[in-house]
């Protein structure tokens, strides 16, 4: 059974940075795509970025030049560096991995942005 757990949400003044991580159990072969999700509040989920497992990346235009995504596939683990954090930031921080055609998520982390 596959596990998704993610951390290293927490609360940050606007400017600020925090590192999202993500752990995978349970695959016993190469994950293909992992990545971030993200749902405001009153908001529908959104994708933030992913990454193939050959190192493709894609990010959604809000977040091109602020976050980095990568990835550990030894340690089947999934990254989001997040700079320059804004109040438009704040959501809960889903990882999703798909293996082998079945999408996985994790139970969310929550990113608070304010002063």
């Known amino acids: 059974q596959v596990q998704v757990v993610e951390s290293g949400g927490g609360w940050v003044q606007p400017g600020g940075s925090l590192r999202l991580s993500c752990a995978v159990s349970?695959?016993?072969?190469?994950?293909?795509?992992m990545g971030w999700y993200r749902q405001a509040a009153g908001k529908q989920r959104e994708l933030v970025a992913d990454?193939?497992?050959?190192?493709?990346?894609n990010y959604a235009d809000a977040v091109k030049g602020r976050f980095t995504i990568s990835r550990d596939n030894a340690k089947n683990a999934v990254y989001l560096q997040m700079n320059s954090l804004q109040p438009e930031d704040t959501a809960v921080y889903f990882c999703?991995?798909?293996?082998?055609?079945?999408?996985?998520w994790g139970q969310g982390t929550q990113v608070t942005v304010s002063s």
């Open positions: 990454i193939q497992s050959g190192g493709t990346t």
């Open positions: 349970g695959s016993e072969y190469s994950i293909y795509v």
């Open positions: 999703h991995v798909l293996y082998f055609h079945v999408g996985y």
